[in-house]
């Protein structure tokens, strides 16, 4: 790819905590390249992404435009491992071109419309550029102040002017979006989020996907009792969530009969916990078949009867797989906060029939005790039940719905 005077538009990612992994860099770095390549194939434009010392570059094919790699920087935005996405210019290794470079970038932004305050920031990876960070910062903020008449303030500028000297070229930039942080989606291996359809567990899914879990998703439908509105609207937020992790599965469990039987145990109190444990049994049982290491669910203490310290214990009795609560100390106002930020929230507040409106006591027990539940259990026989309504389960992939063999 030539490199002509005024540059060639490229993207520039930034990493986040991966750079203090230590001999395990290179293993997250190679991870999080693989996310990116699979990420920009929806995009069916032709990258070369490539690795340098902090930051990795996705070099476009020439006659890319500005809005094609507008397209690209929008989409790795959303893939976990990055702090920030620069829209960058790619130039020659020489202090004329950058200047220029530098000038036309400045020009067409909004802060030189208005004469705003200005700064460049250089950063020299390459120690063999004749100029150092300080003369480069020199060169360019003058000719832009000689062409622009725009003023220097190097504590608290409207625009900041990023010129970065790498091994083979310079990359000149402006701002750029904000990434998700974290860690690369596999790096921490598999787990199975439990996915109600409400606000939380889209957000429990999100939060362990940024810590490097790649995540499948089981939800338990009221069916027969209930209509399939609430499996439409997982598999919504699944399709919403995908685009974090990519190679989403939902797994639907046909729960109403179970349930009916919880209810006719006579345990009007104990239904809801009795109906959590069997749940989180059955997710245990899918979790061993899809290899998941860790169960995930969108509790947060104190949120509702079932979510009080007493109840999270007996629940967590219930089984031998971890599970994880990212949101446990968060609040609601907290929870919906983010549920918007990534897009589930309005998803989450369509009516639907919750299989968990079917189980629902006018006075629900808060502090469970765990020898009555498993009474309760002995009397279903729970754990052949588990395994039962994991052999039911239908798997919906983003192309569509198959049985499960």
Same mark, same amino acid.
């Given at each position: &790819?030539?490199?002509?005077?005024?540059?060639?538009?490229? @993207?520039?990612?930034?990493?986040?905590?991966? =750079?203090?992994?230590?001999?395990?860099?290179?293993?997250?770095?190679?991870?999080?390249?693989?996310?990116?390549?699979?990420? +920009?194939?929806?995009?069916?434009?032709?990258?070369?992404?490539?690795?340098?010392?902090?930051?990795?570059?996705?070099?476009?094919?020439?006659?890319?435009?500005?809005?094609?790699?507008? !397209?690209?920087?929008?989409?790795?935005?959303?893939?976990?491992?990055? @702090?920030?996405?620069?829209?960058?210019?790619?130039?020659?290794?020489?202090?004329? *071109?950058?200047?220029?470079?530098?000038?036309?970038?400045?020009?067409?932004?909004?802060?030189?419309?208005?004469?705003?305050?200005?700064?460049?920031?250089?950063?020299?990876?390459?120690?063999?550029?004749?100029?150092?960070?300080?003369?480069?910062?020199? &060169?360019?903020?003058?000719? $832009?102040?000689?062409?622009?008449?725009?003023?220097?303030?190097?504590?608290?500028?409207?625009?900041?002017?990023?010129?970065?000297?790498?091994?083979?070229?310079?990359?000149?930039?402006?701002?750029?979006?904000?990434?998700?942080?974290? #860690?690369?989606?596999?790096?921490?291996?598999?787990?199975?989020?439990?996915?109600?359809?409400? $606000?939380?567990?889209?957000?429990?899914?999100?939060?362990?996907?940024?810590?490097?879990?790649?995540?499948?998703?089981?939800?338990?439908?009221?069916?027969?009792?209930? *209509?399939?509105?609430?499996?439409?609207?997982?598999?919504?937020?699944?399709?919403?969530?995908?685009?974090?992790?990519?190679?989403?599965? +939902?797994? =639907?469990?046909?729960?109403?009969? !179970?349930?009916?039987?919880?209810?006719?145990?006579?345990?009007?109190?104990?239904?809801?916990?009795?109906?959590?444990?069997? &749940? +989180?049994?059955?997710?245990?049982?899918?979790?061993?078949?899809?290899? !998941?290491?860790?169960?995930?669910?969108?509790?947060? #203490?104190?949120?509702?009867?079932?979510?009080? +310290?007493?109840?999270?214990?007996?629940?967590?009795?219930?089984?031998?797989?971890?599970? #994880?609560?990212?949101?446990?100390?968060?609040?609601?106002?907290?929870?919906?906060?983010?549920?918007?930020?990534?897009?589930?929230?309005?998803?989450?507040?369509?009516?639907?029939?919750?299989?968990?409106?079917?189980?629902?006591?006018?006075?629900?027990?808060?502090?469970?005790?765990?020898?009555? #539940?498993?009474?309760?259990?002995?009397?279903?026989?729970?754990?052949?039940?588990? =395994?039962?309504?994991?052999?039911?389960?239908?798997?919906?992939?983003?192309?569509?719905?198959?049985?499960?063999?």
């Amino acid at each position: &790819m030539t490199i002509t005077a005024l540059g060639e538009p490229c @993207v520039l990612l930034k990493l986040g905590e991966i =750079v203090l992994k230590g001999k395990n860099r290179e293993l997250f770095e190679r991870r999080l390249i693989g996310n990116i390549r699979n990420a +920009l194939r929806e995009l069916d434009i032709k990258v070369d992404v490539r690795k340098r010392h902090g930051v990795i570059a996705i070099f476009l094919p020439t006659g890319t435009t500005v809005e094609q790699a507008d !397209a690209v920087a929008a989409r790795v935005s959303d893939v976990p491992g990055l @702090v920030w996405i620069h829209r960058a210019w790619r130039v020659a290794k020489d202090p004329d *071109t950058v200047v220029k470079a530098g000038l036309e970038l400045v020009r067409d932004t909004e802060q030189a419309a208005r004469k705003a305050t200005f700064a460049v920031r250089s950063r020299r990876r390459d120690k063999r550029f004749p100029l150092r960070s300080n003369e480069l910062d020199r &060169m360019v903020g003058g000719a $832009i102040n000689d062409e622009y008449g725009l003023p220097v303030d190097l504590k608290n500028p409207a625009l900041t002017l990023h010129i970065e000297v790498d091994r083979d070229e310079v990359f000149v930039f402006t701002d750029g979006l904000p990434g998700q942080g974290g #860690l690369p989606v596999g790096s921490s291996g598999r787990a199975l989020v439990l996915m109600s359809g409400g $606000i939380d567990s889209p957000v429990a899914a999100y939060r362990m996907m940024r810590r490097g879990l790649h995540v499948d998703f089981l939800h338990f439908s009221g069916i027969p009792f209930t *209509t399939s509105e609430s499996i439409y609207k997982a598999y919504a937020l699944v399709r919403k969530l995908d685009r974090f992790q990519g190679g989403s599965r +939902l797994w =639907v469990v046909p729960f109403g009969k !179970a349930q009916q039987s919880i209810r006719n145990s006579g345990q009007d109190r104990l239904a809801v916990i009795a109906q959590r444990r069997l &749940m +989180l049994k059955t997710a245990e049982e899918v979790a061993h078949r899809i290899r !998941a290491a860790a169960l995930i669910t969108g509790d947060a #203490l104190g949120q509702v009867s079932s979510q009080t +310290l007493a109840n999270i214990t007996a629940q967590d009795h219930a089984v031998e797989l971890p599970i #994880l609560r990212p949101l446990v100390g968060w609040d609601k106002t907290e929870i919906m906060a983010e549920a918007r930020r990534i897009g589930t929230l309005a998803i989450s507040e369509l009516p639907d029939e919750d299989c968990c409106s079917l189980l629902a006591p006018k006075r629900a027990e808060t502090r469970a005790k765990i020898e009555d #539940l498993k009474q309760i259990e002995k009397r279903l026989d729970a754990e052949e039940l588990a =395994v039962q309504l994991a052999d039911s389960i239908q798997e919906y992939t983003l192309e569509g719905v198959s049985p499960t063999a």
